[in-house]
């Protein structure tokens, strides 16, 4: 079965450059959400979109941004790159159900990012 | 405020036991999801099981079952059988909501290593 694709696997970066996170969701599922895992750390959230329309924020700096385009990927922007930002970045894809159910979703591989 | 406790930072265990890892967790809200991920050293976050709260039965998936305790707010993973390759980091999570896109929210997992 198809799971959530993120690209690229590994990047690394200097500080002060930007970069692109890719994740492409299961296909139909329409809710995407961004997380951020530094090490020795559990999963935080960034920013979610559902049918394209950010649907909630989370911890997410300034200096970050993100879309969902019209074939629902999604794609998450860094700029000014900081080494604190190297962390591995999580996309998770999910569908939505009836109202008052909760639903399941599936992570991607992840994106590790390193700046140096 | 943490809305999800895992109290046990790691344990060990034998091969071929059964583990069972806490979480619990904390919402005011009646229509929410409980979810487990395995998240191994490699980095990708595996999706292993999940509760919704409105469902009657403990959920199941194979060796993983999910040992729920709606009035307590808990909702442990029993692992059965222990293998090797369950060695990793386990996270239980929740989403909460009659939203069914809401943000996850982690525990700060649980590091199982699974001995011969």
């Known amino acids: 079965a198809a799971g959530v694709i993120q690209s690229p696997r590994h990047l690394i970066k200097e500080k002060r450059e930007t970069a692109t996170l890719k994740c492409y969701p299961i296909?139909?599922?329409?809710?995407v959400y961004w997380y951020q895992q530094g090490p020795g750390q559990d999963p935080q959230f960034l920013i979610s979109f559902y049918e394209k329309m950010q649907s909630d924020k989370g911890s997410i700096p300034d200096r970050f941004s993100a879309q969902q385009f019209s074939d629902y990927h999604s794609e998450l922007n860094m700029s000014s790159l900081e080494l604190g930002d190297s962390a591995l970045y999580f996309c998770a894809s999910s569908l939505v159900a009836g109202r008052g159910r909760n639903t399941e979703a599936f992570f991607g591989q992840g994106t590790r990012l390193t700046v140096v | 405020a943490q809305k999800i406790t895992q109290t046990q930072p790691g344990m060990f265990v034998q091969e071929k036991e059964a583990v069972t890892l806490d979480c619990t967790y904390d919402?005011?809200?009646?229509?929410?999801?409980l979810f487990w991920y395995k998240q191994p050293s490699s980095g990708e976050m595996i999706f292993l099981i999940y509760?919704?709260?409105?469902?009657?039965q403990n959920a199941t998936e194979g060796r993983y079952s999910l040992n729920f305790q709606k009035a307590r707010k808990s909702a442990n993973l029993v692992i059965s059988a222990s293998q090797l390759g369950d060695s990793a980091m386990y996270f239980c999570a929740m989403r909460e909501g009659t939203d069914s896109w809401g943000k996850f929210q982690f525990g700060a997992g649980t590091q199982v290593v699974v001995t011969p």
């Open positions: 919402t005011s809200d009646p229509s929410y999801g």
């Open positions: 296909p139909r599922h329409d809710t």
């Open positions: 509760q919704g709260s409105y469902d009657q």
